[in-house]
């Protein structure tokens, strides 16, 4: 059964950092793309980044771009979002998801930028 | 960007009868592949969001044959049969050929 858990959400300052951890199992990670989700409160859906099965190929919706980097440990099934310069539109729950489909979820991890 | 257009935003539907939502893109979805990456999300109440379709109309495993997903090109429609009390929820459609990858606004479905 494919599990992803997210880790590492909290209240952080504007212009704050956080790093996000997703721990995956039940699959071969190595041989999947991966993807970041945020959803702010009350809103939609908004995809954040992704990254390709070795690490190499990223990819950053703009709001995100130049603050955010994601990557991934394939040794440990992991998969990172470091977040800084963080902005109060950052606010939201934060959904690993697996492959270029999206076809798996996790149950999010709640980020808050606030002072 | 491809902007995702979603309609109707609010659709009550009475349990039993059929359900309609539309989703419309900004540019083609057809990939240089030829494969159209258009999915298909529900979102129940205080749940994470599930995948319904991928690909236009391929259903995932353990979705209902009441849904069903079809469309070409910028024009595609989710539609359930006979709406069950369980479809309540909000459901997006999110396009994976161009980056970046961007959803519709959702449409929240909900029994009169």
């Known amino acids: 059964e494919v599990q992803l858990l997210e880790s590492g959400g909290g209240l952080a300052q504007p212009g704050g950092s956080l790093r996000l951890s997703c721990a995956a199992s039940g699959f071969t990670f190595t041989s999947q793309d991966m993807n970041w989700v945020r959803q702010g409160p009350g809103k939609g859906l908004e995809w954040v980044s992704s990254v390709d099965g070795t690490g190499a190929g990223t990819n950053y919706a703009d709001s995100v771009m130049g603050r955010f980097t994601i990557s991934r440990d394939n040794s440990r099934n992991t998969l990172y979002l470091q977040m800084s310069n963080l902005r109060a539109e950052d606010t939201a729950l934060y959904y690993c998801t697996r492959n270029a489909g999206l076809d798996s979820w996790g149950p999010g991890t709640l980020v808050t930028v606030s002072s | 960007d491809v902007v995702m257009t979603q309609s109707p935003l609010s659709l009550p539907v009475t349990l039993g009868q059929p359900a309609s939502i539309s989703c419309r893109s900004s540019q083609s979805l057809v990939s240089s592949d030829g494969n159209t990456y258009l999915n298909w999300f529900q979102q129940r109440p205080g749940q994470s969001p599930r995948r319904l379709f991928y690909?236009?109309?391929i259903r995932d495993s353990g979705v209902p044959d009441r849904f069903s997903g079809s469309g070409s090109g910028t024009d595609f429609t989710l539609k359930i049969s006979r709406v069950e009390a369980e479809d309540v929820g909000v459901y997006y459609c999110?396009?994976?050929?161009?980056?970046?990858?961007?959803f519709g606004q959702g449409t929240k479905v909900e029994i009169k």
């Open positions: 999110m396009q994976g050929t161009h980056w970046p990858r961007t």
């Open positions: 690909k236009v109309s």
